[in-house]
């Protein structure tokens, strides 16, 4: 009687989700994890560009919009081996004149849009032992002036980033923000700038500080590189909670956590032309 051979079952192909993934650091990502083997889908508005990666039409600020495109995508593939969040909006505008609408929107895509995604994706990261980053900011441990909706939601995305390690690490998956400095890309130029007739008589300076902080992007990290440091953190052993993009980066917010906050915030001031 022969001896029947087990075929040996096939390597399952590795799932990784980036929200935001069309265009710059979301799109970097994407394309680095494509090039690792990985099964690649992009959820955004914009279509990503390229054959590499599929993507899932949705509007992160749409209830239930990445709940049932996560759960399609883990129908499709039995589970999920990465997350990652990078969807974002910014908006310069001074408190005294902002529209409830244009910071409920930005809070809706930088924050609860990575709850509805961590939320959606939590049991199937944990089918594979699954990895999740979010993509905050350095913007979120320190003030930026007239930028202050998009500090708050970068502080809260870190938050979330931490309490959710602690929930979900003792079933195999780890939550970590990975906090970019300046980052050259055409998120730039999507900011919503309040004008002359929206900002009344902070004009002056919501023009110095949007101008000062369109030259520090600008003149900034480059995508790709934020882009490693993503991957790089999604594969660690024991990533930190909390990690920053950038060696400089990284010192900046060691120095801001050293001295009084509000050194740091006149420091900040005369950065942005504040002072």
């Known amino acids: 009687m022969e001896t029947q051979k087990k075929q040996k079952a096939l390597p399952q192909r590795r799932t990784a989700v980036v929200v935001g993934g069309s265009s710059g650091i979301g799109r970097e990502t994407a394309l680095r994890l494509a090039a690792r083997g ?146 050259a890309t055409d998120f730039t130029y999507a900011r919503r700038v309040y004008g002359e007739e929206d900002a009344k008589a902070y004009t002056p300076s919501v023009k110095k500080a949007s101008a000062a902080l369109a030259n520090m992007e600008q003149g900034g990290m480059n995508p790709s590189l934020v882009a490693d440091a993503i991957v790089r953190l999604a594969h660690k052993k024991n990533p930190a909670p909390v990690a920053v993009a950038g060696g400089k980066n990284a010192v900046a917010r060691y120095v801001s956590r050293l001295l009084p906050e509000r050194v740091t915030d006149w420091l900040v001031g005369r950065k942005f032309n504040q002072r």
């Open 38 to 183: 990985y099964r690649v889908y992009n959820i955004s508005r914009t279509p990503f560009k390229g054959e590499r990666v599929q993507t899932i039409e949705a509007d992160a600020a749409e209830e239930g919009a990445l709940k049932h495109a996560i759960e399609g995508i883990a129908a499709e593939t039995d589970g999920i081996d990465i997350l990652i969040y990078s969807a974002g909006f910014s908006m310069a505008a001074p408190l005294e004149h902002a529209r409830s609408g244009d910071y409920r929107y930005l809070f809706e895509v930088n924050y609860f849009g990575a709850v509805e995604a961590l939320k959606a994706a939590s049991p199937f990261l944990k089918k594979r032992g699954g990895r999740a980053i979010l993509v905050g900011s350095l913007g979120g441990d320190m003030p930026i002036p007239y930028d202050g909706f998009y500090s708050s939601s970068k502080a809260a995305l870190a938050m979330l980033a931490r309490e959710s390690d602690l929930e979900l690490k003792r079933q195999g998956v780890r939550v970590s923000a990975l906090l970019p400095g300046g980052t």
